[in-house]
């Protein structure tokens, strides 16, 4: 493996990895390990360990992001500007989009303990196993051989269809997820929702974490109460206002301050 040392200067590897975007990542007594990735953060410096090219590195954690020019944009108000204080150098990760489609499939209707279970299903029953029980994430191909009763021992539940089609999908050309991140936000978006179970939470948690559409307002219980509560006076308001409300309110951002508001969220209250 190589080992880098990144100067880091607006960045925390603990928030990044803990606020709820990613779901392979386990810590370890000397920092964070992936499959390809061992990571751990000393002041302001990023070491980390890898086959990987610094660049696939720096890429992955999205450090060229200007995060001090994002938190002028995004900072409108008290709460967003206790969510910066609070998780200061968080940063969205950008991850391969075949994986982060299946896994915020898994993510519906779910809690994060039972999506990482779903995942760590997946990868062990179809993926290759890279070293000491760490497995890949399997490939549309081998998802798309795979029988029915097979996916079932993964405790997938009623995703096993949705996932069987989109494997199909990928393997016949149908669907070719990098060349979403060509299109406008919009135009992404309705290609992904064409897709049996992706709708709109899940279509814009992907476009967000792995397509770059960093105006995408992923809205999920966390955040539709502290929106709910925060900008709209404790008035009942519908998941397409409050995605309308984002949009306007922070602009090409509004992902970032999504991820902000929802960790803080997440962490005031019950953890789902």
């Not at 696939?56 to 008290?78: A, Q, W």
């Not at 966390?222 to 308001?237: A, D, S, W």
Request: include cysteine; charged fraction near 30%.
């Amino acid at each position: 493996m190589k080992t880098y040392q990144i100067p880091v200067p607006t960045f925390d590897l603990d928030h990044t990895l803990r606020c709820g975007q990613v779901f392979r990542w386990r810590e370890s007594k000397d920092g964070w390990i992936d499959i390809v990735i061992k990571a751990k953060q000393e002041g302001d410096v990023l070491i980390v360990k890898s086959n990987l090219d610094m660049e696939d590195v720096m890429s992955y954690f999205r450090l060229s992001d200007d995060l001090d020019d994002i938190y002028k944009h995004i900072s409108k108000d008290e709460v967003m500007n206790e969510a910066i204080a609070r998780y200061r150098g968080m940063r969205l990760i950008r991850q391969e989009p075949w994986e982060c489609l299946i896994s915020y499939l898994c993510s519906i209707n779910n809690r994060i303990p039972q999506i990482e279970r779903m995942i760590q299903n997946l990868s062990t029953y179809f993926g290759e196993e890279i070293c000491d029980g760490f497995y890949s994430f399997p490939s549309p191909e081998r998802l798309a051989e795979a029988t029915r009763s097979e996916l079932e021992k993964c405790k997938l539940g009623f995703r096993v269809d949705w996932i069987l089609g989109i494997a199909k999908k990928v393997c016949d050309g149908e669907l070719i997820l990098n060349q979403l991140r060509n299109l406008d936000y919009q135009n992404a978006k309705e290609m992904l929702m064409k897709i049996d179970g992706v709708g709109h939470k899940v279509a814009d948690c992907v476009l967000l974490y792995s397509l770059d559409k960093l105006e995408a307002f992923p809205v999920d219980v966390h955040i539709r109460r502290l929106t709910q509560r925060e900008y709209f006076q404790n008035q009942e308001v519908s998941d397409e206002i409050i995605r309308e409300w984002a949009k306007g309110y922070f602009g090409d951002y509004a992902g970032y301050a999504q991820q902000y508001l929802f960790y803080y969220e997440r962490s005031r209250g019950g953890k789902r």
